[in-house]
């Protein structure tokens, strides 16, 4: 696995997951286990965000403690990456939220952006990148493509499944990134579907279809 990569290896995430992928697992619930899901993997990557010294007054006497060095902000790519933030963000209720909106052409597998708005002030946060699907790469190149363009240096993609295929493009036009995954699946099929994978995730999420 690439330097930066990381496939979480969480028995409750591998539970959730589990029933994320069923496909009788009916919409409240899809989006109820996508979320929860989020908020694990949330715990997981923000064991190394940085900390700074503060110093504050208990009620017994003086002291100093860590808080979070820099803003975190969460960043889903429209649509199913709205899936993940509610759980990110029971984590980080201080984080602020942008959103990016891109769609896969059916056909060619392109992206296209049609959508892209972000806090003020974002350039030295943390930006949690949130893409429930790494299938091609297409969509979270892309999505980093418009980040860098905004100055921000500190992202991290946040998925449920992806495939080698779509690790390594992101990971060969940004090996700055880092990214995390519950899960790495077989391949895509002849339609650009992750195999096993989950389905439609945007459309399990929001019960088009
Ligand atoms: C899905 C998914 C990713 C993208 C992944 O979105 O949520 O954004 O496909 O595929 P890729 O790695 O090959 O680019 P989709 O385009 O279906 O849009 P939606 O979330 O609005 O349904
Ligand atoms: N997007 C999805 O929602 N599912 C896949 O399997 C691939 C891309």
């Known amino acids: 696995m690439q330097n930066n990569v990381t496939i979480l290896n969480h028995p409750l995430i591998k539970h959730k997951l589990s029933m994320v992928r069923a496909k009788s697992t009916n ?58 933030v509610d759980g990110i963000a029971s984590l980080i209720p201080t984080a602020k939220i942008g959103h990016i909106g891109l769609y896969r052409d059916e056909e060619t597998l392109e992206p296209h952006t049609y959508y892209a708005k972000f806090p003020a002030n974002i350039t030295e946060s943390t930006v949690l990148l949130v893409d429930p699907m790494l ?42 990134v880092k990214i995390y995954l519950a899960a790495l699946d077989e391949k895509l099929n002849e339609n650009g579907y992750i195999v096993p994978g989950l389905g439609d995730c945007g459309d399990r999420i929001f019960g088009t279809k």
């Open 27 to 84: 919409t409240k619930d899809f989006r109820q286990l996508v979320s929860e899901i989020g908020g694990l993997m949330a715990y997981e990557i923000t064991r190394d965000l940085e900390t700074t010294k503060i110093e504050i007054e208990t009620p017994i006497q003086k002291t100093v403690c860590e808080q979070l060095a820099k803003d975190v902000v969460i960043v889903p790519i429209l649509r199913a990456g709205l899936g993940m």
């Open 135 to 176: 299938a091609t790469g297409g969509s979270a190149l892309a999505a980093v493509d418009i980040l860098k363009a905004r100055g921000i240096k500190d992202i991290t993609f946040v998925g449920l499944v992806g495939v080698e295929e779509g690790i390594s493009k992101l990971h060969n036009a940004h090996p700055d």
